[in-house]
């Protein structure tokens, strides 16, 4: 079936300008989650959906991020005044309820000019 | 704090070698999970084995084996008859059980085998 996809693979935007990364997660699974990638560097949780849980927004790195799901499934991880700093891959996963397993989708690459 | 830590930025193996890459971990929690994904160089992040905190046998599946040791916090991966195509960075993570749904991952490891 298919997996976990995001769009753009990639996006080149100017300082300054907002962004909005888009994922659709496997169908079916109820949680979902952001991570971004820095060069060369592990994962950095960003935040978590479950369900119609409030979401965990713990590892958003200041007030320029946010991200929505709606209706359960697609979610948007919208930057604001993107900064040079802000470029990096970002990733999405999503799981089924009750399931340790997350599934990764190929990331968008950001970069911010 | 929980924290995972890789203290080998790189390795190589000779093909059909077997290969262990490190990983240990700090946390309080009783109840956590271990992962190892694989990143090939085009990007994707695969799962490739799992072991609970509670789990009385190390993990395997196929190549991969999780070699736990609880009272050391150590979860080294090793992977067994290594494959041209298992070159690629390899990544830790623990999850905290208990509703924490979040990875936190190590900066990784980036295998190369040689033939």
């Known amino acids: 079936g298919a997996g976990v996809s995001q769009s753009p693979s990639n996006k080149v935007t100017e300082k300054g300008k907002d962004v909005e990364l888009r994922c659709d997660p496997i169908?079916?699974?109820?949680?979902l989650y952001w991570y971004r990638q820095s060069l060369g560097q592990g994962l950095e949780f960003l935040i978590y959906?479950?369900?119609?849980?409030?979401?965990?927004k713990s590892g958003l790195p200041s007030d320029r991020f946010s991200a929505e799901r709606t209706g359960g499934s697609v979610s948007t991880l919208t930057i604001q005044r993107t900064q040079q700093e802000d470029s990096a891959v970002y990733l999405c996963?999503?799981?089924?309820?009750?399931?340790?397993?997350?599934?990764f989708g190929p990331g968008t690459r950001l970069t911010v000019t | 704090a929980q924290k995972i830590t890789q203290t080998q930025p790189g390795m190589f193996v000779q093909e059909k070698e077997a290969v262990t890459l490190d990983c240990t971990y700090d946390?309080?929690?009783?109840?956590?999970?271990l992962f190892w994904y694989k990143q090939p160089s085009s990007g994707e992040m695969i799962f490739l084995i799992y072991q609970g905190s509670y789990d009385q046998q190390n993990a395997t599946e196929g190549r991969y084996s999780l070699n736990f040791q609880k009272a050391r916090k150590s979860a080294n991966l090793v992977i067994s008859a290594s494959q041209l195509g298992d070159s690629a960075m390899y990544f830790c993570?623990?999850?905290?059980?208990?509703?924490?749904?979040?990875?936190?991952f190590g900066a990784g490891t980036r295998l190369a085998v040689h033939p």
């Open positions: 993570a623990m999850r905290r059980s208990g509703g924490y749904n979040k990875l936190i």
């Open positions: 996963a999503s799981s089924p309820q009750g399931f340790y397993e997350q599934y």
């Open positions: 959906f479950q369900g119609n849980s409030a979401p965990d």
């Open positions: 169908s079916g699974h109820t949680a």
């Open positions: 946390t309080s929690d009783p109840s956590y999970g």
